[in-house]
């Protein structure tokens, strides 16, 4: 009952907020606002958000074997941001010194075994001293969710009357419900430059790290027939960067990571095939990064990695060279409009199989505050886990697989004051299988899915 008196109360605030906007003298986005409390220096954010959405395909499914289940999902968050650099003596080289804690909590009405609270800690340190600057910026998530994974079968029988199919599902389906699951993320990034002239030297280390926290069965036989196992996965690199400043805010350089990638094992007792990806590479960068003009941002780095799998990898060479691709480009456009691109293509090990694939992701998203009080966000992406490297035949032939997901999103947010905003987004995903004339004994078809998502908001800023 709460949880639908909630979306009474958002429903009513949104709606009484609208007509406030249609409302000839409704307030301007930049109206001072009451004066109930004052931050202090110290405190740079404080605000409360709440979000109520329906989710028509919570699991992902394609609705031919499993139903396609859908719910209304409600939200209330948090965020709190400390600036610390007040708190230091008079000093101008520490230009960032901040830690923000973002709280969420997460209701299914209709799925509850979805229900989680997320827990988001984000800290940053930016500085400069005599020849140089640093930077070092650390996110950490601790999913507080169910432990038990999804089990994406119709059925438990065997036989002709089996239907365990929905374990042949896209990439992008299962990720939704992992993302749920009990677990934490850590990823940092951290660089030291050191500036002569106009060229520099920059260390640089990053770590993308995900420990899932759900328990492991053995999916061969009832009752954890198409059950979901997840095993836990990280990257890690260190290395450094050499480059020339072509102008003050333009910069072309050339880079060298040296790193791992680690792929935990199934124990005996849960999988018998004994393959994993884990593995080392050597990777070789061209970037580029700055302003070329006034109005566009660039980022991009690109080159070979060389990596070295385990003898147990589930890949035809041990040994093999593949593309390393990330870059963003961000054009400010006349008007108040914004224009990102932003794309990355590298090979990482999987937390849902044995053979590692080449992900791919490619996005963009324009941005038009159209008055002071509205602004709209139109975005598009492309997403692609693509396996057929591994040449693991042992069960579903892991390797046969290449899913896509092709996704859009519309937004738009009014503020009615600097503090308080409502906003209503929309997403649609497409998921699909990206290969042909695969065997009726992989069920293609089960990898095709449609997601669609709308959510109405409303956030206050202290």
């Keep these: 009952m709460q949880t639908k008196q909630t979306r009474v109360l958002l429903f009513t605030l949104v709606a009484a907020s609208a007509a406030l906007a249609l409302a000839p003298k409704s307030r301007a986005a930049d109206a001072p606002d009451a004066i109930i409390w004052s931050k202090p220096a110290w405190l740079s954010e404080l605000s409360f958000a709440v979000k109520e959405s329906h989710d028509d395909n919570v699991f992902g499914v394609s609705g031919l074997g499993m139903p396609v289940q859908s719910s209304w999902v409600d939200s209330v968050s948090a965020k709190i941001t400390f600036n610390l650099i007040p708190l230091l003596d008079d000093q101008k080289d520490v230009t960032a010194l901040s830690l923000t804690y973002n709280p969420e909590s997460v209701r299914y009405e209709d799925a509850t075994t979805e229900d989680y609270i997320a827990h988001r800690i984000n800290a940053v340190a930016k500085g400069k001293f005599d020849g140089g600057s640093y930077s070092l910026e650390n996110a950490y998530l601790y999913n507080d969710g169910d432990r038990y994974a999804p089990t994406y079968a119709l059925n438990q029988l065997a036989g002709a009357a089996a239907n365990q199919n929905d374990k042949f599902r896209n990439n992008y389906a299962h990720s939704l419900a992992r993302e749920r699951r009990n677990q934490s993320q850590d990823r940092y990034n951290f660089w030291v430059q050191f500036n002569d002239g ?61 790193g791992y990638q680690h792929q935990d094992q199934f124990a005996l007792a849960i999988n018998s095939d004994r393959h994993f990806s884990s593995n080392q590479y050597q990777r070789a960068l061209l970037g580029i990064e700055g302003k070329p003009v006034t109005w566009l941002t660039l980022k991009l780095v690109a080159g070979p990695d060389y990596k070295d799998f385990n003898a147990n990898a589930a890949v035809a060479n041990s040994r093999t060279t593949r593309a390393f691709i990330e870059g963003t480009a961000s054009a400010a456009l006349p008007d108040n409009q914004s224009l990102t691109l932003g794309y990355k293509q590298y090979m990482f090990v999987a937390s849902t199989g044995l053979v590692p694939y080449v992900d791919t992701t490619a996005t963009l998203v324009y941005h038009v505050n159209a008055t002071k009080e509205i602004g709209i966000d139109l975005g598009i992406k492309y997403l692609e886990a693509n396996y057929t490297m591994g040449n693991d035949v042992a069960g579903s032939a892991p390797s046969r697989r290449d899913d896509l997901d092709k996704g859009a999103s519309a937004g738009v947010t009014y503020a009615f004051t600097k503090k308080l905003s409502v906003g209503v987004t929309y997403t649609y995903d497409k998921g699909s299988n990206g290969l042909g004339n695969l065997p009726a004994n992989l069920f293609a078809a089960y990898r095709d899915f449609d997601h669609n998502v709308v959510s109405a908001s409303i956030q206050y800023k202290f």
């Design 198 to 258: 106009n060229v520099f030297f920059r260390p640089v280390s990053s770590l993308t790290q995900f420990n899932l926290n759900t328990f492991l069965f053995n999916t061969g036989a009832a009752p954890y027939k198409g059950y979901q196992d997840y095993v836990s996965r990280y990257d890690v690199n260190a290395g450094a960067d050499v480059g020339v400043k072509i102008t003050p805010d333009f910069s072309f350089f050339v880079g060298y990571r040296d």
